[in-house]
């Protein structure tokens, strides 16, 4: 099956600071997501972003579908932007349900 | 529009009893799907419905779990005589089908489950 691999699993970061977050896909897919899952469990849309790059405040995602992998960017961090960053790929071929990476747990430190 | 909405928010049951979760898409979305998440895990596919119809299951989803979209707008799964390791949070995403967010998920709250 799809591998999606996310890293770095764990990122503690100064308020303020800058991060790039990545995943890696094993195969061609139609869709890529990325969410915020905050403490209460809740899965935030940040991107859909099968290619290109996109911004949106102070984040912003790039993919690069034909050598498989996303960025997530997060400049200016600050404490709310804690909790757990999954992407998310849908293949071309199958089913159109999302399969998850493990996530990169963040937290952002006064 | 209003988001995903998902009841009860928390479930707790004893093993071998029944428990019944009911999701509410966004209004139109015509796809609705459940995922199961463990903990320190990401979230993995269960099944999903293309308005009334159920077009895909995971292997997951054993005998006991069972899922409906009668009218093709809520959405009910159930799990029959719940085992200790049905515990995980339940959570339900619903997508529109058009141009050009095809297929993009919107995920709601989620229903915890914990078998005891």
């Known amino acids: 099956g799809i591998q999606v691999e996310q890293s770095p699993p764990d990122l503690i970061l100064q308020e303020g600071a800058n991060s790039t977050l990545r995943c890696n896909f094993s195969d061609s897919v139609n869709n890529l997501q990325w969410f915020h899952q905050n403490p209460w469990g809740q899965l935030i849309n940040l991107f859909y972003i099968p290619s290109g790059t996109k911004q949106n405040g102070r984040l912003s995602a790039t993919t690069v579908a034909t050598e498989r992998y996303s960025l997530l960017y997060i400049s200016s961090s600050q404490t709310t932007d804690s909790g757990v960053y999954f992407c998310a790929v849908e293949l071309q071929t199958g089913a159109n349900n999302l399969f998850f990476g493990t996530g990169t747990r963040l937290t952002v430190i006064p | 529009d209003t988001g995903v909405s998902q009841n009860p928010r928390h479930k707790i049951t004893k093993r071998g009893q029944n428990v019944t979760f009911r999701c509410d898409p966004i209004s139109e979305h015509n796809r609705l799907y459940w995922y199961r998440q463990t903990l320190g895990q990401g979230p993995e596919f269960l099944t999903y419905f293309q308005n009334e119809a159920q077009l895909e299951k995971s292997r997951l989803l054993s005998d006991r779990f069972s899922a409906e979209r009668p009218k093709g707008s809520f959405s009910t799964l159930e799990i029959q005589r719940t085992e200790q390791g049905d515990s995980a949070m339940y959570l339900c995403?619903?997508?529109?089908?058009?141009?050009?967010?095809?297929?993009?998920?919107?995920f709601g709250p989620g229903t915890r489950l914990t078998v005891t």
């Open positions: 995403a619903s997508s529109p089908v058009r141009v050009p967010t095809l297929y993009e998920q919107y």
